[in-house]
């Protein structure tokens, strides 16, 4: 290394290079490394994607950078930014000066990365001022530019308004304007855009890309999003259980990936042409379980003897082709067969199926301090026998609404929600009890919808319980096959939810609907909770079970993608609206609403064809 | 697939062995004070057979013995006499009887009504909520003692059963307000929800689900409450609106040892100590219970 210690000769070209970097929590004599052996490096203006599912190490690797990482962590390897040496426990005067002024970092959640009883202007002006080093007259005009170039609209009422007046989208703006100030050369951004709806989102990754290119900074993008990953990056990284597996061009990545896992999360993408996303078995080891060879193996299929007791040499995030796999795949991802298509159209003779769900005309009202809202309005649409309807929308578009309209939650306002012919009994009515033996709902966050403490063996059978049916033995025989047509192993009935992952819970909740055999199973965002790869294999069991049970499906979601490949009806809502209705292929072939056509594009999408911002790069 | 499951090496005990653990694992002074109360507990039930001598009994030429005195008629009184020479060993062990049951009666009705009141109030919401709120609002705000007093001033003194209601009642305020945030929580998002909508009626969801869960709140909550009734029934004795002669209660020791305080120490001492030790160790068995019952802070495996 040249160069003193810590002040390095300032290198713009490269601001941000990583070697060796091992970090390990500690707590007491119990000592375990989340990130291992990791080596990468930005340079100017470039885009590198850390991608990778919950647990891989992507954002511990990013906090290590900026000396974020609280005491208990220990940090070994080098991490060089632009001009300083980032080491184990660094000073707090040497962070202050590394911090904003040479890499800065955006959250997920912008909301509340910033202080709730400041304004804008303030927080803004403040941290120029610190910054930069102007008085605070300046700082003033210099947050008002900042406002201007993260497009903000109207950046001058902006000053004065606080974040829980503005949008989501606008405060990731604003924590931009924050990171700009102090003209950082590297960016970390932590999944900025995974809690906003696709079009903010779309916008979001466009102004990212607009001022890399404008000051020319490096910036490392963590998601779990290879789509997102598509749109934006120039490179990419892939992260499994805190090591970097794969790395490379973003281009080639995509079309050619050599690390099986690499593939394995690419196919786990579902996407907007309908291919039907295959999920990889298993899940992330715990950082204290590792195993001692390649942490994927047990997850392979093209796992050998070797793969188990061995390490293969680390891969390299420098944007040079790299791969840490024994047995790397050749050639290109051949997605030439398309997969069988989700809708099947009905043929003229066959008879038409019977009608299970409908609404018509159906609004509904919620009470709020300031009056009625009403959340949707004028909604007409019939979900039918062996029909997998989509319902999707941006937050706010009162799709959940709909499935609680469905499943007698809550009353229609005007209109009527009927089920069978006779209109939805409400959720607390006797009439409901049978109802409820029809229609069925899996919840978005398994977690929470399982009783923490009874085990997933009694909460499967609890519906069988309450309605009575079968004896003692039969329930528990039912509970087997429950459990199995759910994919899950009949040990885990005596569990508790917490001993088990988000997709086993998912699983346990699916089958806890299932008990009752309803005819519709009404799922909300059932997926949005989960990694992609258990995501798939989710929507891999909802196909199946569709085909084997004969059961109709309302799939709630906001990823446009999951919709095509689950779904053969589509209903788009804006606003409380219903603004398209009608079968998958063809409204995603040719979209008829200008707003359908805007979430289409704005989805990203790892077989879009348009090619990413690569030429930018030097 | 060695590694492909976390939980393998995830091993299952039992909720006895969790508990015994967790004893095991605690500090000294939390062990000495569950032994004091072990104690308390021990007296508390054989003290009919354990005491030496009838604790009504008087002896008016033995009055006022000190600690380890021998009396006139050579009986042994470890803990010296009172004022009509009566064995105080004995009236202790039947004091902490009668107090032992006025709180552990008192505390468990306050805490079923208490909770219960929660529940109905998170169930209709509502003006039913409304009225409920209110109620424990002035409750909060009005010193429980003044309700008690009144409500015997009106009822009289010597009813027992009623002493134990009206001594439990206090801080019934505090477990409707628990049981109900807790059960708005859970009704609102969660696994309430989720099994309302398999067909269940109100009562599998509240006793069978929501009630394991927020057990553990309301047993932290009964582990602080427990040593305020101890309080209140000594002090409602100590004034004379409590346990009636010639039933005893820690409280009523402490009244008759005011008057002899210079020359007879130990007839208000030794009650004394007895209930600050009792509150003192429910207090800090109670800190610790909530520890441990805390999910953020125990894994619960």
């Known amino acids: ?618 | 697939m060695a590694y492909a499951d976390p939980s393998e090496a995830f091993e299952r005990r039992s909720s006895t062995q969790v508990a015994i653990a967790h004893v095991i694992a605690s500090p000294v002074i939390v062990k000495m004070a569950m032994l004091w109360l072990i104690m308390i507990l021990f007296i508390a039930v054989t003290a009919r057979w354990i005491m030496p001598y009838d604790y009504q009994q008087t002896a008016l030429l033995s009055r006022l013995l000190p600690p380890g005195a021998t009396g006139a008629s050579g009986d042994f009184h470890l803990l010296g006499t009172d004022h009509l020479g009566r064995d105080l060993l004995s009236r202790l062990f039947s004091s902490i009887q009668l107090t032992m049951l006025v709180a552990v009666f008192g505390t468990f009705f306050g805490a079923v009504v208490g909770s219960c009141i929660g529940f109905v109030a998170a169930r209709f919401r509502g003006w039913v909520d409304d009225v409920i709120m209110v109620l424990v609002d002035f409750q909060a705000s009005m010193p429980f003692v003044i309700i008690a007093l009144s409500v015997i001033a009106v009822m009289g003194t010597g009813n027992m059963l009623l002493f134990i209601l009206l001594v439990g009642f206090q801080g019934w305020e505090r477990y409707a307000r628990i049981s109900r945030g807790m059960t708005l929580s859970a009704v609102n998002h969660g696994y309430a929800a989720a099994i309302r909508l398999l067909g269940a009626g109100t009562f599998r969801v509240y006793l069978r689900h929501i009630l394991p869960n927020i057990l553990a709140a309301l047993v932290v909550q009964v582990s602080i409450n427990f040593p305020e009734t101890v309080i209140l029934e000594t002090s409602m004795s100590f004034l004379g609106v409590g346990i009636q002669p010639p039933n005893t209660s820690l409280g009523n020791l402490l009244s008759y040892g005011r008057d002899y305080l210079l020359n007879a120490w130990w007839i208000a001492g030794v009650p004394g100590c007895a209930i600050f030790f009792t509150t003192l160790s429910m207090s800090i068995v109670g800190d610790w219970l909530r520890d441990v019952l805390d999910p953020t802070t125990s894994s619960g495996t």
């Open chain 1, 1 to 618: 290394m040249e160069g003193p210690a810590e002040e390095l000769k300032a290198d713009h070209s490269t601001p941000l290079e990583i070697s060796g970097l091992t970090v390990s929590l500690k707590t007491g004599a119990w000592k375990c490394a989340i990130v291992e052996d990791v080596s990468l490096r930005v340079r100017s203006g470039e885009i590198l994607g850390l991608v990778g599912e919950s647990g891989s190490g992507k954002t511990v690797t990013c906090l290590a950078a900026l000396g974020l990482l609280g005491p208990a962590w220990q940090m070994e390897g080098e991490i060089r930014l632009a001009r300083t040496r980032i080491t184990d426990a660094p000073s707090a005067g040497q962070l202050a000066s590394v911090r904003g002024r040479e890499a800065a970092m955006i959250f997920q959640d912008a909301s509340a990365s910033l202080n709730p009883i400041e304004k804008i202007g303030k927080q803004l002006t403040k941290t120029v001022a610190r910054l930069r080093g102007v008085s605070t007259g300046e700082a003033r005009e210099i947050a008002l530019d900042l406002l201007r170039r993260v497009e903000m609209p109207d950046p001058e009422e902006r000053l004065h308004s606080y974040p829980f007046q503005l949008s989501g989208g606008q405060n990731q703006r604003v924590m931009i304007a924050v990171a700009l100030a102090g003209r950082p050369e590297l960016l970390f951004a932590d999944e900025p855009t995974t809690a906003l709806d696709v079009t903010v989102q779309s916008q979001i990754l466009d102004l990212i890309k607009s001022l890399r290119d404008e000051t020319k900074m490096g910036v490392v993008f963590v998601t779990h999003d290879l789509g997102v990953v598509k749109e934006v990056c120039d490179s990419v990284a892939v992260m499994y259980a805190g090591r970097i597996v794969e790395s490379g061009s973003v281009e080639r990545i995509m079309n050619a990936p050599r690390h099986p896992y690499t593939l394995g999360l690419i196919e786990s993408m579902p996407t907007l042409s309908g291919h039907v996303p295959e999920g990889i078995e298993g899940q992330v080891p715990a950082p204290d379980k590792r195993p001692p060879g390649c942490a994927f193996a047990p997850r392979c299929e093209k796992a050998q003897e070797k793969c188990w007791s061995q390490l293969p040499l680390g891969a390299e995030g420098d944007g040079g082709d790299s791969v840490a796999c024994f047995f790397p795949l050749e050639g290109d991802l051949g997605r030439t067969e398309r997969p069988e298509h989700p809708t099947q159209s009905r043929s003229a003779d066959e008879p038409v199926p019977d009608t299970l769900l409908s609404l018509n005309d159906a609004a509904c009202d919620y009470d709020t301090r300031s009056g009625k809202f009403r959340a949707v309005s004028g909604i007409t649409l019939s979900l039918n026998e062996g029909d997998r309807l989509a319902v999707i929308g941006e937050s706010g578009s009162g799709k959940s609404t709909i499935g609680k309209l469905m499943l007698g939650i809550e009353p229609t306002s005007e209109g009527a929600a009927s089920f069978m012919g006779k209109p939805v009994p409400m959720l607390g009515t006797s009439d409901h009890v049978a109802f409820a033996r029809s229609v069925q709902l899996v919840p978005q966050n398994p977690f929470l919808s399982l009783d923490p403490r009874a085990t997933i063996g009694s909460q499967i059978e609890e519906p069988l319980e309450i309605h009575g049916i079968g004896t003692k033995q039969e329930r528990r025989a039912r509970r087997r096959e429950l459990l199995e047509s759910a994919g899950l192993s009949p040990e885990l009935a005596m569990r508790y939810p917490h001993e088990i992952s988000g997709g086993q819970c998912q699983r346990a909740v699916i089958a806890r609907a299932l008990a009752l055999r309803p005819k519709v199973l009404i799922c909300d965002e059932a997926t949005a909770s989960l990694d992609v790869s258990v995501q798939a294999r989710i929507i891999e069991l909802l196909r199946e079970l569709h085909r084997m049970h004969d059961l109709s499906i309302v799939f709630i979601t906001h990823d446009l993608r999951l919709a095509r490949s689950l779904c053969s009806h589509v209903a788009v809502m804006r606003s409380g609206q219903l603004v398209e209705l009608g079968e998958t292929s063809p409204m995603f072939e040719a979209p008829e609403h200008p707003y359908t056509s805007q979430l289409l594009a704005s989805m990203p999408d790892v077989e879009s064809t348009d090619s990413p911002t690569m030429e930018t790069t030097q």
